[in-house]
Every structure is written in structure tokens, then in C-alpha cells.
């Protein structure tokens, strides 16, 4: 079975250009998250997906990122301008029932903003 | 609001000492506990949730909800235990999970 993909692994960019990560969940996965790790700091959620539906956006920095999941099955973030402080980890994880459930983490998409 | 507390970021330990990772959480309602671990190029995965009840490689934690812990042991560590470990709680509306700041543990021959 494949786990959680997500593409790029490695993204450098210059501050204010945009970036759009994307992440396969697992094959049936209702549920997806996206967490980020600024360096130095925890994982933190960002939001979590059912199906094609944001249940909770909670953990959105601002309004310059931009979640979609459309037709519930891949996801893309997208960062619109980017700026420097956006720098850091970004996971995307699965689940087959809600964050109570195991939850199935890809490999993180590292993303440098210069 | 939710929170997880790992006071250690690293913990050094001989091969076949016990080790203990400490864990504290603040949170008003039931929560779930889990301990996920990252080896050295590896993701993110769970390694044990105290719902289970299970002895995961050894490793065992306790909800104390008393003392609102969930502490993970293993009585015997091994080399291969050399990894990132997170401690995380999911709330009752299970939308996300809040991790502590992760603790390294690394096994010395």
C-alpha cells in the first residue's frame, strides 16, 4: 500500500513568489491535515480536510495560504506571496476516521524561502 | 485552548539503561494521547496511543490524568531507539493534533 506522497521534497524560493505544495493521502483516507514546522519551533496543525470540506482552518497563519482539496481526493497549500517566516516543514498526514485515528504522515515538503 | 509540554529536548542514555520521556498536556475536556516517533530518514509515525493500552518495541506510557501526564518508558534501551519522539494530544472533535516540542533520544553504545 503507498503511503502519504507529497511533491515537492525540496522547494527554495525568494520571498514574495509563489509556491504550491501537493499531497496524495492515502487511498479511502477521508481525513487530511496539513502541519508546518517553523525551525526551532513544534508541529503545528494548520487544517484538517474531510473529504473535499475544511472542518477546521483554525491553524491558518493568514490569508496567504491557501488550502484546496478538490474532489476530495489530493491536496495543494499554496503560499501566495511567500515571505520569509514561511520558511520550515511542511507534513501532510491522512487518516480513516478523524485526528482521534492514526494518523499516516508523508515525508514533508521542505520549503526555503530567500 | 489545548497544550503539550516535553520539558527535555534531548536525552542521552547508555544501551540497556532505562529511559524516560516525559510528557504533560493541559486540556479541559477527555483527551486521546499519542506518542509518534521520526527516525533519522524516516516520517513521521505513530508509535503508541494510551487508548491501546500496548507495549509498542518495548515502550510503554501511562495516562495519569491526575497529574495530566503521559509519560513513555522502556526499562531496557536499545541503539535502534535513537530517534525524534512526539508527544500529541487530539481534542474531543478530533480535527487535529497538538504535539509538544519533541525530544531527542539518543542511545550510546
Known amino acids: ?114 | 485552548a489545548q497544550r503539550v509540554t516535553q520539558p527535555e529536548k534531548l536525552l542521552s542514555v547508555f544501551k540497556g539503561a532505562p529511559v524516560e520521556l516525559k510528557c504533560n498536556y493541559s486540556y479541559s475536556g477527555s483527551p486521546e494521547l499519542f506518542w509518534y516517533v521520526q527516525y533519522s530518514r524516516q516520517r513521521l509515525q505513530l508509535l503508541l496511543r494510551h487508548i491501546s493500552r500496548e507495549s509498542i518495541k518495548g515502550f510503554t506510557a501511562d495516562l495519569n490524568k491526575g497529574e495530566t501526564s503521559f509519560h513513555l518508558k522502556k526499562p531496557f534501551a536499545q541503539e535502534e531507539d535513537s530517534a525524534m519522539y512526539y508527544c500529541a494530544l487530539s481534542d474531543s472533535a478530533g480535527n487535529k493534533l497538538t504535539f509538544g516540542g519533541g525530544t531527542r533520544v539518543l542511545v550510546k553504545p
Not at chain 1, 514546522?37 to 491558518?60: A, C, N, P, W
Request: aromatic share 10%; net charge neutral; with cysteine.
Open chain 1, 1 to 114: 500500500e503507498a503511503g502519504v506522497t507529497q511533491f515537492p521534497s525540496h522547494s527554495v524560493i525568494e520571498k514574495g513568489q509563489t509556491v504550491t505544495l501537493r499531497c496524495d493521502p492515502i487511498s479511502g483516507h477521508d481525513n487530511l491535515y496539513w502541519y508546518r514546522r517553523v525551525m526551532g519551533k513544534e508541529i503545528k496543525f494548520l487544517l484538517h480536510f474531510v473529504k473535499e470540506s475544511k472542518q477546521d482552518e483554525s491553524g491558518m497563519p493568514n490569508n496567504r495560504f491557501l488550502a484546496e482539496r478538490t474532489g476530495g481526493t489530493y491536496s495543494t497549500l499554496k503560499v501566495q506571496p511567500a515571505e520569509l517566516e514561511d520558511s520550515g516543514v511542511y507534513f501532510c498526514a491522512s487518516s480513516l476516521r478523524d485526528a482521534r485515528d492514526t494518523q499516516y504522515f508523508g515525508p514533508g515538503t521542505r520549503l526555503t524561502v530567500l
